[in-house]
């Protein structure tokens, strides 16, 4: 569908409040999918999503979800359907526990990427680990990054979602609640991020990356989609 022209209508599969915002702050026209079992319909709402942009589904149920997105991306005219599978992991796992959100998450990664590539589209994948320790060596961010040496400085978990290779910073958390960050320290942050997936060719989905603050710059320590 939208392979001719940028994305402007994008359907996103249990989203962070974050994400949302940041979409809709993009002027992008956004529909999310949520689990019924997860309450946070009140979040997105706050974050601006219209009633009507939001979309029940089962992620218990692949063909349920199946279903739904294939019917919402011919009605509305999607250009890109979203999802993370650490997001969804994540949101789940204080309802169904680590082993069945795990299990469920994977499902319906399974079915977002069986539906993308239906409709034509390319789906995003990132490199691996080796590939992106030389990527970001070749772009100049000196590593060691994604190695196996157990951060020494602050470290911070860092939410992206990408959209036709624009990378938007929706949240940066320190993974310690004794640590802040300066703007200055932000900004290096979002800049290696950014980098990072460029570096990588990263076009569309949500992903979390996890970097440590170092005396010699950031260092990437994990990345997860």
């Known amino acids: 569908m939208n392979e001719g022209h940028p994305t402007s209508r994008v359907l996103l599969v249990v989203p962070p409040a974050s994400a949302v915002r940041a979409a ?14 997860v309450r946070t319909s009140d979040a997105l709402a706050a974050a601006g999503l219209p009633a009507r942009s939001l979309l029940l589904a089962s992620l218990e149920d692949p ?107 929706t949240d940066v958390t320190a993974q310690r609640t004794d640590v802040e960050e300066g703007d200055t320290d932000q900004a290096r942050i979002r800049a290696t991020v950014r980098a990072l997936l460029d570096l990588a060719g990263y076009r569309h989905g949500m992903v979390r990356t996890a970097v440590e603050l170092t005396a010699q710059g950031c260092r990437i320590i994990d990345v997860t989609l």
């Open 63 to 169: 063909d349920a979800l199946r279903t739904l997105l294939e019917r919402c991306a011919h009605v509305y005219g999607i250009d890109r359907i979203i999802h993370s599978e650490c997001v969804t992991r994540s949101v789940l796992q204080p309802i169904l526990g680590s082993e069945a959100a795990a299990l469920t998450a994977a499902k319906a990664a399974v079915v977002v990427r069986e539906i993308s590539r239906r409709l034509g589209w390319a789906v995003s994948e990132l490199p691996g680990t080796a590939d992106l320790q030389r990527l970001l060596e070749q772009g100049g961010y000196q590593g060691p990054h994604l190695g196996d040496e157990p951060p020494a400085g602050p470290t911070f978990d860092v939410w992206t979602l990408s959209v036709d290779g624009m990378h938007l910073v």
């Open 24 to 37: 809709i702050a993009s002027d992008l026209r956004v529909w999310a999918v949520v689990d019924p079992a």
